[in-house]
């Protein structure tokens, strides 16, 4: 079966400053989540059961360590944090249910992206009781892609279903709409995000090309399909493939832009979207745009 969305990693410097960033913009802003292997989040859950993972370093030792030891997860995390900067937009994620047979897929297409990994934390919800959440990580990489990566994720204890209060948030957000990245060639890159979603086909689109999945869009734009869509300069780097923007869907436009205003975000309208070029504790380009 293919998959859908299930969430963004986003490394930041430090997981204040991205507490402090997503909530001027408007994000209600969990709790904080320690990782067994030295990371930590504060994660952002939307409506549509999507979410953002802003990652930040708990412990350098206990991430060097893990590292060491074959930790896809954190090795990838140190590569893109030193090839890119602390502040940033390193993997999409992929829900399953089966995250064995996905590493088999992507070890049958060369396209494996390290060990599996599976581990365990505590979730600490709104009214401060405590679960526990247990994953099964399968990771899918190509080597001329080495700044984005992705993994299909399995949820052996599943988050607790009562998030309402986490998931309403003061800028209007409801959901993703669309993951944007870009490589000079986004052909090049179409068997990967194929094998990664579990086989959602690419479809074209102009300045690239498109992946529907059940729940959002992924898109490979072109360094002119980034600029025309999202007002950005092409990096200008390497002909790798990078992820660079998450469109949200709003219930209303004028709420979310009287929101950044009141908070002294700077925005950009633009083809019917707000769009918030990246700063420290947001590593991507967000934009905002109503529900149709």
Known sequence: MTHPLDHL????????????????????????????????????????????????????????????????????????????????????????????????????????????????????????????????????????????????????????????????????????VEIALSAEEPDAFASLLQTASGGVAPGEAAFGLSFALSNVRIAIYSEEGMEAYFDVEPLGTDNGLRARAIVFTVADLAVTAAHLAANGITYVNMNNRLLVKPAPGQGAIFAFEETQ
């Not at 960033?21 to 504060?42: C, S």
């Not at 060491?68 to 994620?93: I, L, P, T």
């Open 9 to 176: 990693v986003l490394p930041v410097t430090h997981i204040d400053v991205a507490r402090e960033r997503l909530g001027r913009l408007g994000f209600t802003v969990a709790a904080n989540g320690r990782h067994p292997f030295g990371t930590e989040n504060a994660c952002v859950f939307l409506a549509d059961k999507t979410y953002l993972e802003p990652l930040g370093i708990a412990s350098q030792a206990e991430c060097d360590a893990a590292a060491a030891k074959g930790n896809s997860f954190v090795a990838r995390d140190q590569a893109f944090r030193f090839r890119c900067g602390d502040d940033g937009f390193s993997a999409v994620v992929f829900g399953t249910d089966d995250a064995d047979a996905d590493r088999a897929a992507y070890d049958g297409a060369q396209l494996s992206g390290g060990d599996m990994v599976e581990f365990s934390r505590p979730i600490v919800m709104p009214d401060g009781t405590q679960a526990t959440g247990a994953f099964k990580l399968a990771f899918a990489a190509d080597l001329r892609a080495p700044d984005v990566f992705f993994f299909a994720c399995q949820r052996i204890n599943a988050f607790p279903a009562d998030r309402k209060v986490l998931e309403t948030h003061a800028n209007g957000v409801l959901g993703i």
